[in-house]
């Protein structure tokens, strides 16, 4: 079986969002807390985890970050808060 991957939402210091994708979340997560591999993420410390989703190929997971990195902040907090009928109300307004 291969390995999964996953995307993934940081809520940061700021109240912005960041969207990533990985194949290991927690090691990812521990790498924003502690400032490596992201300069988005450097300055904007803590963020905390508020999302993920696990996908069967990084083409997959690639794929989805680049939409929802897209998305407006009100569909993203709907994703984040499992509100199915708020994400169509989003999208109607993008």
């Known amino acids: 079986m291969s390995q ?8 940061c210091a700021d109240a912005s969002y960041y ?3 990985t194949d ?3 090691k990812r997560f521990a790498e924003h807390q ?3 591999k992201c300069a988005y993420t450097l300055t ?17 997971a690639k794929a ?10 009100a569909k993203k907090v709907a ?3 499992g509100d199915h009928e ?7 307004k993008d």
């Open 79 to 81: 994703l984040i808060r």
């Open 44 to 60: 904007r410390r803590p963020v905390q985890l508020v999302w993920c989703e696990e996908f069967v190929t990084r083409d997959e």
């Open 19 to 21: 969207v990533g994708h």
């Open 24 to 26: 290991n979340v927690e």
């Open 4 to 11: 999964p991957f996953f995307v993934y939402i940081l809520l």
């Open 64 to 73: 989805a970050e680049s939409r929802i990195k897209r998305w407006s902040r």
């Open 86 to 92: 708020g994400l169509r109300t989003a999208a109607k």
């Open 34 to 36: 502690a400032g490596g």
